[in-house]
């Protein structure tokens, strides 16, 4: 038996004639959960929705019912209205057997398509970007490209996943039910294909529904996270089960760790013609060549100055029952929060010995953490592997760069971010584009002082959380930035 019922966070409200039916869905922009409001409902009409919102309606019967109550053009209009809540993601759609339920298809979005089922000559596949996650009434199966989750909840169908992996045509699907869900094959197979778990397959033997994004060279992962962190519509039931997740009282924005020794840095010292604004974002360049001539702790305070240093502590949100320490930097960042310390991994400064040292934001100073130890070095040798690999440095190849005078390693504390962004989700995206904002701030900043600035692509957060004895869960890498003093051939800002 297959059947349609309302999905959780539907509510039906009269309005007079009217019905106003509220939707779980609400936009980033406005958390009002949206409605749809159906004028001068008629008798059938409501008998449909209060069905829907009780047991639900067997969908070979939906046509059969309302008939009893009024003429065929009431009853094609019923129909009409049902595929709009379809497509509007308020519906479940299910699939019964001699098991109890078997299939459960779950909007989590707006946009859904019902699909028939194939013609026999049709080959049919997985979808390459599902995932599927256990639950408690069986498996989720779910993909970054479908508005809805597909729930396996009769085990008797996993071998089915298995089997559509590869195309398939339905004749070979039919044999692998059980023998009370086979009578229903047709409507499995077109459950699948609504889900968006499963589709067509092109020429290619792709799923033509992957199609798109499989030209464009998305991988699972990246279109997971993007559409995770991108989307529109919100599901306010999903938001609320996160939140529910975490209620702790936020995290301090000054953050305590083992230091072995302190080191002051001068106060910043800049002559006021050295910085002209537009001259040094003209001038903004990657430089991966250093001269022989160490970089000072003067620049290095300079640097770390003018891109990170803590010029205010506030506090954000103060009306709020979430109101959290911010800070304020030169640097931006999302909600104030600052996650992103910066370590510092010394290989040679004049002024200070080489180490792992911590940049205090507040006091200026740089604590040390260890000796330059092995994780270390691997960390400064990684830099110098990934590092030629700029289109304009094709005269350099990868591996014969230098080790830069001192690698900054970005590693943000997680947990200030994931406290404030449990409900929207967004929080290590939020944290990547702080990262993106410091990148910039480092490059702009050292050129002015005219150092030799380099981003990085590569890092491993394991070795940074050898190299500081810091669990990578409570803080971890997320970005690498090298600075020296450039070579001969670079004119720098402060020398033209
Ligand atoms: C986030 C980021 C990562 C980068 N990764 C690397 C890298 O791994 N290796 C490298 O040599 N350059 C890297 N760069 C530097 C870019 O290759 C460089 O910005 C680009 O080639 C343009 O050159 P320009 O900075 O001189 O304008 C990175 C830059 C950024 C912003």
Redesign the pocket.
């Known amino acids: 038996m297959s059947r349609y019922l309302f999905r959780e966070g539907v509510n039906i409200n009269n309005d007079g004639n009217n019905i106003i039916i509220s939707t779980p869905y609400a936009t980033r922009s406005s958390p009002k959960q949206q409605t749809l409001c159906v004028k001068d409902a008629k008798e059938p009409l409501k008998k449909l929705l209060q069905n829907l919102f009780l047991d639900g309606i067997e969908s070979n019967q939906t046509l059969k019912t309302p008939e009893k109550l009024a003429s065929t053009t009431t009853s094609l209009d019923l129909e009409l209205q049902l595929q709009a809540l379809y497509k509007a993601g308020l519906l479940i759609h299910e699939i019964e057997g001699s098991h109890g339920i078997a299939m459960r298809l779950l909007p989590i979005n707006p946009g859904l398509k019902q699909q028939p089922c194939p013609d026999i000559n049709n080959e049919f596949k997985l979808s390459r970007f599902t995932s599927i996650e256990p639950c408690l009434e069986g498996l989720d199966i779910t993909s970054p490209l479908a508005p809805t989750t597909l729930r396996l909840q009769d085990h008797r169908l996993y071998p089915l996943i298995q089997r559509l992996v590869s195309p398939c045509k339905l004749a070979s699907i039919s044999p692998l039910l059980p023998e009370d869900l086979r009578t229903q094959y047709r409507d499995i197979i077109s459950l699948f294909l609504s889900s968006g778990m499963v589709g067509i397959c092109n020429s290619e033997h792709n799923a033509e529904i992957d199609q798109e994004a499989i030209r464009a060279g998305w991988n699972k992962q990246d279109l997971s996270f993007h559409n995770h962190t991108r989307r529109h519509i919100i599901d306010r039931c999903q938001e609320e089960l996160l939140h529910r997740n975490i209620n702790r009282p936020p995290p301090p924005a000054r953050n305590q760790r083992i230091i072995l020794s302190t080191v002051p840095l001068p106060q910043p010292k800049i002559k006021k013609q050295d910085a002209d604004f537009y001259q040094i974002i003209r001038k903004?360049?990657?430089?991966?060549s250093y001269n022989s001539n160490p970089i000072t702790l003067e620049a290095l305070g300079n640097l770390l100055w003018y891109s990170v240093h803590t010029r205010e502590e506030i506090i954000c949100d103060p009306a709020l029952p979430r109101s959290y320490e911010g800070l304020l930097k030169p640097v931006a960042s999302a909600g104030g929060l600052h996650s992103i310390e910066l370590y510092l991994c010394i290989k040679q400064c004049i002024g200070i010995g080489s180490g792992l040292y911590h940049y205090d934001s507040f006091d200026h100073c740089l604590g040390k953490m260890s000796e330059l130890n092995n994780p270390c070095q691997n960390m400064l040798e990684m830099a110098v592997n990934?590092?030629?690999?700029?289109?304009?440095?094709a005269s350099i190849s990868p591996g014969q760069?230098q080790q830069p005078d001192v690698l900054i390693v970005m590693a943000t504390r997680y947990e200030r971010n994931a406290i404030l962004h449990s409900e929207t989700g967004l929080t290590y995206a939020l944290i990547l584009k702080d990262?993106?904002s410091i990148?910039?701030q480092l490059?702009l900043v050292a050129t002015a002082l005219g150092l030799a600035?380099?981003?990085?692509?590569?890092g491993s957060s394991e070795l940074f959380e050898q190299a500081s004895g810091i669990p990578s869960k409570i803080e971890c890498s997320v970005?690498?930035f090298m600075i020296g003093n450039p070579s001969q051939g670079h004119s720098s800002l402060m020398t033209k």
């Open positions: 903004r360049q990657t430089i991966r990934t590092t030629c690999r700029g289109p304009q440095s760069g990262a993106g990148y910039q490059y600035p380099c981003g990085l692509s590569f970005g690498e």
